[in-house]
Nanobody, 120 residues
Framework: VQLQASGGGLVQAGGSLRLSCAAS????????MGWFRQAPGKEREFVAA????????TYADSVKGRFTISRDNAKNTVYLQMNSLKPEDTAVYYC??????????????WGQGTQVTVSS
């Protein structure tokens, strides 16, 4: 599966952005989907994930209550709604696909990343 992330940009602290990740192919619904991010000088970290049927979601503690992951299998797209953004949310955000979101190491398909910058 090929992934294309979009929707990043520059926003003030407290603002919102919605990221999208479009997937190619007819197997999108077979994959759990996740969002990860990497800030300058830091390692990539998990942000959120959603199961194949949207029945299960999981979030990093740092974004719980502010970010919401969702998917539309008819549109082969996963979203990340980001509210109450903070400067520490500044990073390149990547979407990824995995057979099981319960096993982080199975995220084997990655998009190209989209930059999110939050100004204070």
């Amino acid at each position: 599966v090929q992934l294309q992330a979009s929707g990043g940009g520059l926003v003030q602290a407290g603002g919102s952005l919605r990221l999208s990740c479009a997937a190619s192919g007819r197997t999108f619904s077979r994959y759990g989907m996740g969002w990860f991010r990497q800030a300058p000088g830091k390692e990539r970290e998990f942000v959120a994930a959603i199961s194949q049927s949207s029945g299960g979601t999981t979030y990093a503690d740092s974004v719980k209550g502010r970010f919401t992951i969702s998917r539309d299998n008819a549109k082969n797209t996963v979203y990340l709604q980001m509210n109450s953004l903070k400067p520490e949310d500044t990073a390149v955000y990547y979407c990824a696909a995995a057979p099981s979101i319960a096993i982080m190491s199975t995220f084997g398909f990655w998009g190209q990343g989209t930059q999110v910058t939050v100004s204070s």
